[in-house]
């Protein structure tokens, strides 16, 4: 069932750790090897997982994105 009723207006703003410890807990991950770790994959999954449930749009819900790892870079803004 969708978290979100379609008819909702709202803002929605991604705040996601990209530094190297969301990788830290996991046991198959191995530095310098692997490009990714399964706790990134999830968090990825998850966030599209949600934001499928949304109806995108200026009248509807504007998603953005930041990505933090030593300093916050915007990914997306809401209005794109």
């Not at 749009?57 to 998603?63: D, L, Q």
């Amino acid at each position: 069932s969708p978290c979100v009723p379609s008819s909702s207006i709202a803002d929605v703003v991604f705040v996601i750790d990209g530094s190297r410890s969301i990788c830290d807990a996991d046991p198959a991950f191995v530095y310098g090897r692997d490009k990714t770790c399964s706790n990134w994959n999830s968090l990825v999954t998850a966030i599209q997982t949600m934001v499928n449930y949304f109806t995108i749009g200026p009248s509807n819900i504007n998603v953005g994105l930041v990505l933090f790892v030593t300093t916050a870079r915007v990914m997306w803004t809401l209005d794109r």
